[in-house]
């Protein structure tokens, strides 16, 4: 399981803290950062980052199902 | 293809829009009319993944030259500037509109909401448009810049003057905006120099001392302020205009957030997309583009339409409607891409904490018997004219 915010995409719209702020927070300009680390999540943490997923205008959360090798 | 876009562009008619009572068919018949078509000499983008693109590509779609300039000619900074510069003065900005700044400011933002509410409390009515939404943002603006409140009705009527060209169809600006907007620029070309000299905590002085290091020109501060005043205040008076409106008509709403007072976050959010003020994003054309198999030609005025990608019937189950459960889709009200409202994070502490003082006070009201809350149209910002509320005087009964 990975997740991160990909930081090409995102502009700050700010939605991922506003609506999950169990797994995400804000950092000094108002973009988005993880509040948690991200290798071993919780039910309730995944299931958070799969509504910002669906939730972030830009499309800039990205949640890898399992970790594979390259 | 062009010739199909312009046969659609021939039977469109944006003015006979039924925009004042239904903006769900409204919308829904501009979405009909194609995915991108012309009317009037605007290229109009309607379908959802091609707003995402157009707002993601500012290598196609400039928005130097694309905003309405009241006859002004000044940098409006960070709005009508492309990268590469764009980016240089959204990192500066960006950190002084942050959550962490507005956090700051809440103590105060509401007290002032509180006041407001208290001026009409023991009447037993009120227009939340003329009494919160008119009053409310300009305040707002006056507090993070520094200045004395008691220039807010003076601003007021400079602004609405302003917006008045948005209202009409095109053309120049008129006489009474352009004496409007010098107006304003002598009022913030005064501030500034105020604030020069008796320098404060505040986002004014912030700018002033980072043009002292060369970041910005004096121009580009008159820029800013002159763009905060155009962009930050008529909007956030729409967007509380709509969320009362809600929750007027929604009283099941305004109990589960009594019961759940973190649901606030996510009717806002819904109401910011099913009712954004600000329908379109302006941008002018690069190059020729094919877009939904249509050319667009070089030059010419787009308008991307944020308001059909918030009610794409393939992502929202009930586009039309508020949908308050955890893992609703998001919207594009703020816009999208790098010009992202640079506000977006104040706009919507202001909402929340418009509702919480209102509430606070005036847990219950409804609708003024006959009142038929109506949007202004055509209008660049979608707004409710007004919206007349009744309740127990003195509110908690």
């Known amino acids: 399981m990975k997740v991160a915010i990909d930081n090409h995409r995102c502009t700050g719209h700010g939605l991922c803290f506003a609506l999950e702020p169990t797994v995400f927070t804000d950092d000094e300009a108002g973009y988005g950062q993880l509040a948690i680390g991200t290798d071993v999540p919780s039910e309730d943490q995944i299931a958070a980052f799969r509504r910002a997923v669906h939730a972030c205008p830009e499309q800039a959360i990205v949640v890898e199902a399992s970790e594979t090798s390259e | ?397």
């Open chain 2, 1 to 397: 293809m062009a010739d199909s876009a312009t046969a659609s562009s021939s039977v469109f008619n944006m003015v006979a829009l039924p925009m004042a009572d239904d903006r769900a068919a409204s919308w829904r018949f501009f979405r009909d009319a194609g995915d991108v078509f012309e009317s009037q000499g605007i290229w109009y983008i309607t379908e959802p993944e091609a707003v995402r693109f157009a707002l993601r590509s500012p290598e196609l779609f400039s928005s130097a030259g694309a905003f309405t300039q009241h006859g002004v000619d000044l940098p409006q900074i960070p709005i009508n500037i492309d990268p590469p510069d764009h980016k240089r003065y959204r990192m500066i900005l960006d950190p002084l509109l942050s959550p962490r700044v507005v956090n700051a400011m809440e103590d105060t933002l509401r007290a002032q909401i509180g006041e407001l509410v208290d001026a009409f409390v023991e009447t037993g009515s009120c227009d939340v448009v003329a009494d919160i939404g008119r009053l409310y943002p300009p305040q707002v603006f006056l507090s993070l810049f520094g200045l004395p409140l008691e220039d807010r009705d003076q601003l007021v009527h400079w602004v609405e003057e302003m917006s008045a060209v948005s209202h009409s169809k095109d053309g120049g600006p008129a006489q009474s905006v352009q004496d409007a907007a010098n107006s304003l620029i002598a009022y913030l070309e005064g501030a500034i120099a105020a604030k020069r000299e008796h320098p404060g905590d505040d986002m004014l002085t912030e700018v002033i001392e980072r043009a002292a290091d060369g970041q910005f020109s004096d121009d580009e501060i008159l820029g800013l302020a002159f763009l905060f005043c155009r962009a930050g205040l008529h909007t956030v008076t729409s967007a509380i205009g709509f969320l009362m409106l809600h929750l007027a008509q929604h009283p099941e709403i305004r109990r589960d957030m009594e019961k759940d007072p973190s649901l606030v976050t996510r009717v806002i959010e819904e109401s910011l997309r099913t009712e954004q003020p600000v329908p379109f994003s302006p941008r002018i054309a690069m190059n020729d583009v094919e877009v939904c198999g249509v050319q667009i030609p070089a030059g010419a005025r787009v308008r991307i339409c944020l308001a059909t990608a918030n009610r794409d019937a393939d992502k929202y189950a009930n586009p039309d409607e508020l949908d308050l459960t955890a893992g609703s889709p998001g919207h594009l009200s703020f816009g999208g891409g790098i010009h992202r409202c640079l506000g977006s994070h104040l706009a919507r502490r202001e909402l929340k904490l418009v509702v919480e003082e209102f509430h606070r006070r005036i847990p219950d009201y409804e609708l003024k018997q006959g009142a038929i809350p109506q949007v202004e149209w055509p209008s660049g910002t979608l707004h409710l004219s007004e919206l007349n509320l009744v309740f127990a005087a003195g509110g908690r009964s």
